[in-house]
């Protein structure tokens, strides 16, 4: 097996640790903290299944078509609980809710379920960009009530500084990986995808980190 293919199969040991302490921290966290852990995970889900239909030579596009919406669904939850009193709680549903058609109608119309969703990965990462810095503007404030009290500030931050890491480092990668697969080599493109790889690792273990330190503040 090619050195490429071995480290994307390694990357996936992160997930599989995020997921395991994202159970352990469950029962004892806030609703915020809840719903990230719910996001992880199903994301670890989603990756599996992706990893299983992809060995089997079986298009794995229809997963991201579904991930996409529903991944940002839960974090949206996840923010708006997280930012309860910085920002109206209207803007939350109705973010979610735009998103959620916008990728329906790119599905359906623009890019199918076979093909990859670029134009809704791509405006998923700007939003959770924007998320994730006005939440460490947020965090930043010592005096502020607007982060929920019962989840670890540390925890926010690994988990913040994952996301934004994630979403910064790939936001070109998602815009351009039609044109990338089009008109470059197989090669080129594992290349791109072992990158992605190693900075997903990356972001899976700002979670670990961040759900370990949330795990020893529980009772």
Same mark, same amino acid.
């Given at each position: ?54 060995? #089997?030579?079986?298009? #794995? ?26 920002? #109206? ?53 010592? #005096? ?76």
């Amino acid at each position: 097996m090619r050195f490429e293919k071995v480290v994307i199969l390694l990357s996936y040991l992160p997930v599989c640790g995020a997921a395991a302490l994202a159970m352990a921290v469950y029962r004892k966290s806030d609703r915020a903290l809840k719903m990230f852990c719910i996001y992880v995970l199903f994301s670890t889900v989603i990756l599996l299944l992706s990893l299983i239909l992809s060995q #089997n030579r079986i298009n #794995n596009m229809v997963l991201l078509h579904v991930y996409c919406p529903a991944g940002f669904l839960l974090l949206a939850y996840f923010y708006k609980r997280l930012l309860n009193n910085a920002v #109206n709680k209207e803007l939350f549903p109705v973010l979610a809710l735009l998103f959620v058609a916008f990728s329906l109608v790119n599905s359906i119309f623009f890019q199918n379920i076979f093909t990859f969703n670029s134009y809704a990965l791509t405006t998923e990462s700007i939003l959770i960009i924007i998320l994730t810095l006005f939440t460490f503007l947020v965090s930043l404030n010592r #005096n502020s009530t607007s982060l929920v009290i019962r989840t670890n500030l540390n925890t926010v931050n690994w988990i913040n500084s994952g996301l934004l890491l994630y979403h910064s480092s790939t936001l070109l990668l998602f815009y351009l990986s039609n044109y990338l697969t089009k008109f470059y080599s197989l090669n080129f493109n594992l290349n791109i995808w072992l990158l992605h790889s190693v900075v997903s690792v990356i972001m899976y273990s700002c979670f670990i980190v961040g759900l370990w330190k949330q795990l020893k503040t529980c009772p």
